[in-house]
């Protein structure tokens, strides 16, 4: 009898310790999930909030796909264990899907080929060349390099060419080197000259140029320049961006994380910081002369910044993605952590239709070019 009742209690122990165990688990998956909802519903707020009064809100947007990702996993783990707490991700989920589009597309291409024939069509390839700095293994250093972007710009053939980090070594006149280079195009640029190197924007096009301009960010050796042209009847300006960068290696922060390297981390923290809150300055002086331009206007370049953000939803106000009306995949740009990251774009005027998009995987830089069509 006593033996009994020592089982039985050992019994009720054991039983009160597995359901002690599995509240504690309940409780801690619950939290997780609020957590990662949190930081997914935090996303899509980052849009509208202006980071350069709350930065941190930014690395959200930034963090959109695994934050949509995780929330799946949390999900389809909920869902598994029969657990009502599976309404915590599948709210916060519905959203995600007005946003996806942003990041990959299912454009068919029977859909785009019914479309009518357009009368007048715009090639555009917009391509941060990243100084030249980048080259195949099979290539022997930087002016194979060069010579590699510019026959790939050649091969696309096409109208308009906006550059970002065009880089130009010696002394040698840079509109004599573009004209050599490229002969059939007219370029405009703004480069910062440097010791042994100088860098900048360059736009180049086969339509002659009616006017030009540029936008010098404070602080900063990035810009945006501009160009007028008139094609036919109608006349347009082509904005060619580029906005403040990280600046940091993503390969020495890997390295520092391995390392717990304190220094360099709180150095990446500070870069981030000062990266975030300046562009949205930058992208609103771009904006308002956007708004003062007396035409059109294309809007194309290295945003350094994702769709889920602020500088994205700024710019695309009153112009189309030509990613999202002609893209197909993953419209990811930088090479280094495709597919992951969509920073260089082509927006275009409304009343506008982009016919194709591409992003061709080349090796000649950290980016990948944009090369899209418009028909006018």
């Known amino acids: ?37 949190a930081l997914l519903a935090l996303s899509y707020l980052s849009i509208v909030i202006n980071p350069a009064r709350i930065w941190l809100v930014s690395l959200s947007g930034i ?23 599976f309404m915590i991700p599948l709210l916060t989920l519905l959203p995600s899907f007005f946003f996806i589009g942003r990041y990959v597309q299912f454009n ?3 859909v785009i080929d019914e479309q009518p024939a357009p009368e007048n ?3 555009i390839v917009s391509w941060n060349v990243g100084r030249f700095a980048m080259h195949e293994d099979g290539l022997a250093g930087r002016e194979e390099c060069v010579d590699s972007v510019m026959n790939f710009i ?10 970002q980090e065009f880089s130009l070594k010696g002394n040698e006149k840079i509109k004599d080197y573009l004209k050599r280079r490229l002969k059939d195009y007219e370029a405009e640029y703004y480069i910062f000259p440097s010791s042994g190197d100088s860098f900048g924007n360059v736009t180049l096009s086969r339509f002659p140029v009616r006017g030009k301009g540029r936008i010098r960010f404070d602080e900063s050796a990035n810009l945006a320049i501009y160009t007028d042209y008139k094609v036919g009847e109608r006349s347009f300006r082509v904005y060619n961006c580029h906005f403040e960068s990280y600046n940091i290696s993503f390969t020495g922060v890997i390295r520092a994380l391995a390392q717990r390297d304190s220094t360099v981390m709180a150095e990446t923290g500070t870069k981030m910081k000062r990266s975030i809150t300046r562009r949205p300055k930058q992208v609103d002086q771009v904006f308002e002369d956007i708004e003062n331009c007396p035409v059109e206007s294309f809007v194309c370049g290295d945003f350094n910044d994702n769709p889920m953000s602020y500088t994205y939803f700024r710019m695309t106000r009153g112009r189309k993605d030509a990613f999202q009306e002609a893209g197909n995949g993953f419209g990811a740009t930088y090479a280094l952590l ?14 506008y239709r982009a016919i194709t998009h591409s992003t061709p995987r080349v090796p000649y830089s950290d980016h990948y070019p944009v090369v899209v069509e418009i028909a006018m």
């Open 154 to 163: 050649r091969n696309q053939d096409p109208d308009i060419v906006c550059l």
């Open 121 to 123: 069509v715009v090639k």
């Open 63 to 85: 963090f959109f796909v695994p934050l949509m990702v995780l929330n799946m996993l949390l999900l389809i783990w909920a869902l598994k264990r029969r657990s009502k707490s």
């Open 1 to 37: 009898m006593v033996l009994e009742k020592e089982t039985y209690s050992i019994q009720q122990d054991g039983l009160m310790a597995k359901k002690t165990k599995n509240r504690f688990f309940g409780i801690t998956s619950r939290l997780l999930m609020l957590i990662v909802a």
């Open 108 to 110: 068919s291409d029977e």
């Open 338 to 351: 495709w597919p992951m990251l969509r920073i260089d774009y082509v927006l275009y005027p409304d009343r």
